[in-house]
């Protein structure tokens, strides 16, 4: 059975750092795609950060060049490292996992929340001025 639990989130001024953990169980996690989607009240689910089996990386453009999506294939633990953090950054960021079929690697490069076989609970994130 696949879990993921997230843990990391919390309250920071703008300008702060913070970073995100997700432990996963369950499945093959070096053969997985990764990600870090975040959803804010009274919107929708947004796709933030890939990571692929081979460990490249894509971002969208709202966190590119703060953010770092990073995993720990032995310790099976996917990470967000977020900086230089805003107001707007505030809401509940989730990881989610691509499990591809026995046997194969995933390689996509999809942040669209359909793709996505199994996610966490989510962790909060406050960002005050």
């Known amino acids: 059975q696949v879990h993921l639990v997230e843990s990391g989130g919390g309250s920071v001024l703008a300008g702060e750092s913070l970073t995100l953990s997700c432990e996963a169980s369950?499945?093959?996690?070096?053969?997985?795609?990764m990600s870090w989607f975040r959803q804010a009240p009274g919107e929708g689910r947004e796709g933030l950060a890939i990571i692929r089996s081979d460990g490249r990386t894509r971002y969208t453009d709202s966190v590119k060049d703060r953010f770092t999506i990073s995993r720990d294939n032995a310790n099976r633990t996917l990470f967000l490292r977020m900086n230089s953090l805003k107001v707007e950054d505030t809401a509940m960021y989730y990881c989610?996992?691509?499990?591809?079929?026995?046997?194969?690697?995933?390689?996509?490069?999809?942040?669209?929340?359909?793709?996505?076989?199994?996610w966490g609970r989510g962790t909060q994130v406050t960002v005050s001025s």
């Open positions: 369950g499945y093959t996690f070096d053969a997985s795609c």
């Open positions: 989610a996992v691509v499990v591809p079929d026995d046997g194969l690697y995933c390689y996509t490069w999809s942040l669209a929340e359909h793709d996505y076989h199994y």
